[in-house]
């Protein structure tokens, strides 16, 4: 079961390439690839029939590297932007700008 090659049937990364990376129970196993790495429910998935050589519990880098040694090619699932946020700047309201000056 562990480094069968799959396609994602549903959700947001659905008809991407994954592989099994490990199994959790019956019905849910660790997939990682060209998808995020996470649980997932073995009826989303449809096994293809190729099997890479992996071990149980391999890193997304090792994955990567076996995938392209089958000729699947690989991109890196998006996820959250990393570095820091961007800063707001404070905006100082000059006190003179809105109000309107009167005649003595």
């Given at each position: 079961m562990i480094g069968n090659l799959c396609v994602k049937l549903v959700g947001r990364e659905g008809k991407r390439?994954?592989?099994?990376?490990?199994?959790i129970d019956s019905t849910h196993v660790l997939i990682d690839g060209n998808v995020k790495r996470r649980k997932c429910n073995i009826n989303h998935l449809e096994v293809t029939g190729r099997k890479l050589s992996i071990k149980k519990g391999a890193s997304t880098a090792e994955v990567h590297k076996a995938m392209e040694k089958e000729g699947?090619?690989?991109?890196?699932?998006?996820?959250?932007?990393?570095?820091?946020?961007?800063?707001k700047k404070k905006v100082k309201k000059d006190k003179n700008a809105g109000s309107k000056s009167r005649p003595k």
């Open positions: 390439y994954c592989v099994i990376v490990d199994q699947i090619k690989t991109t890196k699932p998006k996820g959250k932007a990393s570095g820091p946020k961007p800063s």
